[in-house]
């Protein structure tokens, strides 16, 4: 009798949390993963957005793939470490200010190339904007479960990754645009998923929620610039 009776609380719980379409509400610890992710992505945006405007007046070059690569990797790996103490804070901003030094030649490269450059930026940081406040919106509000997308979104961005950089060494155009537009897809396909891992308890790292989102903002980005530049630039 016993048994039944916490077998019977133990589903009167479930249902309790799971409304009608099998939706999951957040608890409160997921509200604060999730307060706390978008309080210190908005600060980590502001830091790259002040951080690519100084590299921008100050007319530095772009690092190279090589140093980008090593700084990216050597960075996220370092805020994976530290993801649990308030160092883990520090190699965030250090993460995000370092990416948006590589994003400041990349913007004015475009603003100097195109006649356009200047509109073509301010289009792609718009439907970046536009599509993150979408994406994030219908992960929270939909009762579909995306947890699926885990493996396959993993997959995806290695092989894009990849060959992206294919597309640079070896001067392939054609490829870097495809690139481009499958890792728009993915970036879209990362945030709902991301979202929702903090929204059913399965992401309680802010930190390392915050560092996913920020990549796949900043990748969106400068996704969609090139693809802009390619179908709208003018020179």
């Not at 100084?54 to 772009?62: A, F, K, R, V």
């Not at 470490?81 to 250090?94: C, I, K, P």
């Not at 991301?194 to 930190?207: A, C, K, L, S």
């Amino acid at each position: 009798m016993n048994d039944r009776f916490r077998n019977d609380s133990y589903q009167a719980t479930q249902a309790a949390t799971l409304p009608a379409g099998g939706a999951r509400t957040m608890d409160e610890g997921a509200r604060k993963v999730l307060r706390n992710t978008w309080n210190l992505l908005a600060m980590t945006l502001l830091f790259s957005a002040g951080t690519a405007a100084l590299s921008m007046s100050q007319g530095w070059p772009h690092p190279g793939i090589l140093i980008t690569l090593v700084g990216y990797f050597g960075l996220l790996f370092l805020t994976y470490a530290l993801r649990n103490s308030a160092w883990g804070l520090v190699s965030v901003f250090a993460l995000t200010g370092f990416m948006g030094l590589t994003l400041g030649p990349i913007i004015s490269a475009y603003v100097n190339i195109f006649s356009n450059g200047h509109a073509l930026v301010i289009s792609a940081f718009a439907a970046t904007g536009i599509s993150f406040v979408a994406l994030s919106a219908f992960a929270l509000t939909t009762k579909k479960d995306f947890s699926f997308l885990g493996s396959f979104l993993f997959a995806g961005i290695l092989v894009a990754f990849l060959a992206g950089l294919a597309a640079y060494f070896f001067q392939l155009s054609g490829l870097a645009l495809a690139v481009s537009a499958i890792f728009a897809v993915l970036m879209c396909g990362l945030i709902v998923f991301q979202t929702q891992e903090i929204v059913r308890g399965g992401e309680r790292n802010y930190i390392m929620a915050t560092v996913t989102l920020f990549v796949s903002i900043y990748n969106l980005f400068t996704s969609l610039l090139h693809l802009f530049g390619f179908f709208f630039g003018e020179e």
